[in-house]
């Protein structure tokens, strides 16, 4: 796989659905890909990044960000409130917020930049004990508390359980957007995303399909 395959099938999967093209942002999930990786994405064209640790995004892209103009950074993994400036400064976008103490702590932070990243709530719509997100049950009323906030929420997101049908999660993750008129979905990987994209993806986040497999 190469990103010229996934934009290949990302673009039928988009016609497939009915969908415009180019209506779906693919961010390409670069976590802990070796940096020659990277820079061959970039020299393709591609712009729009995933990471999943503040401190590993800080380390490689100030360095590309000098070098290539108009690239965005978007945060997908678990954000500590401890972190949270760092990631403000850094991501375009933050697909984690999942704790009404990080929606203050982000609520701040944008009070005093007087900016701040589009946010996505995650949700765990599989329920699971071990997995960060909102549980869907009470995700109504965390979305209307980070609206209370006067935070730029743009969408939901969802990681799936592994190794089940990711169809009813991206189904239930569309029915909450729906219901609370928001319009951004968050959701399909390297596996699923021509799934996600027919169930309404907005933001697709594949890595391994793009750079290969991760090794470390
Ligand atoms: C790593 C990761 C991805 C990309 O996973 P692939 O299976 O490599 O496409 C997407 N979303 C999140 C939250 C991740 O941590």
């Known amino acids: 796989m190469s990103l010229a395959d996934i934009t290949r099938r990302l673009r039928a999967a988009e016609a497939a659905a009915g969908r415009a093209a180019d209506s779906v942002t693919l961010i390409a999930v670069s976590k802990v890909q070796p ?5 061959a994405v970039l020299d393709e064209g591609h712009r729009i990044f995933g990471e999943n640790r503040v401190q590993e995004a800080q380390s490689r892209w100030p360095d590309f960000q000098a070098r290539y103009d108009g690239i965005a950074l978007h945060l997908i993994g678990p954000l500590q409130t401890n972190k949270a400036r ?5 991501f375009q976008a933050i697909h984690s917020l999942d704790r ?8 701040r932070l944008a009070q005093e930049r007087g900016a701040s990243p589009d946010l996505f ?9 071990q997995k960060a997100g909102i549980l869907p049950e009470i995700a109504d009323a965390f979305i209307a508390e980070v ?4 935070l730029p929420l743009i969408g939901l997101m969802t990681i799936p359980p592994v190794d089940e049908d990711p169809a ?3 189904r239930m993750l569309a029915q909450i957007a729906e219901r609370n008129g928001l319009a951004g979905l968050s959701m399909g990987m390297s596996d699923d995303f021509e799934t996600a994209v027919a169930l309404g993806a907005t ?7 793009i750079f290969g497999a991760r090794t470390a």
């Open 35 to 39: 940096a020659e990786r990277v820079q």
């Open 86 to 90: 760092a990631a403000v400064e850094m």
């Open 100 to 107: 009404p103490k990080l929606a203050g702590t982000l609520a």
């Open 121 to 129: 709530i995650q949700i765990n719509t599989g329920a699971e004990p």
């Open 147 to 150: 609206r209370g906030l006067d």
């Open 168 to 170: 009813p999660d991206f």
């Open 203 to 209: 933001h697709i986040r594949v890595g391994s399909a």
